[in-house]
């Protein structure tokens, strides 16, 4: 593989988990970074980019509580997500 199929690969699965995260958080309700990661099967290290660029493009918000040391997340003015 190429450099460049190398890094579009990256971009689609990197695109592909913030949507699995958006997905996982509309149908828990509210969930933290464990609650996702355990439920996508991935370490949190692996995901937590995610959620940095979800919250950095408004997508995701912080409630302001807490469930096992972790930040709980809702989606932000849920406006139907075309999931």
Known sequence: MNE????????VRR???????LETIQEL?????????HLMGKQL????????????TGEIEPTGETKDGCMIYKLKDYQGWLF
């Open 4 to 11: 460049q199929s190398l890094q579009a690969n990256k971009t």
């Open 15 to 21: 695109y592909k988990d913030q949507k699995v995260v």
């Open 45 to 56: 290290n692996q995901i937590s980019g995610r959620f940095t660029e979800l919250k950095r």
């Open 29 to 37: 309700g509210n969930a933290t970074l464990k609650d996702v990661a």
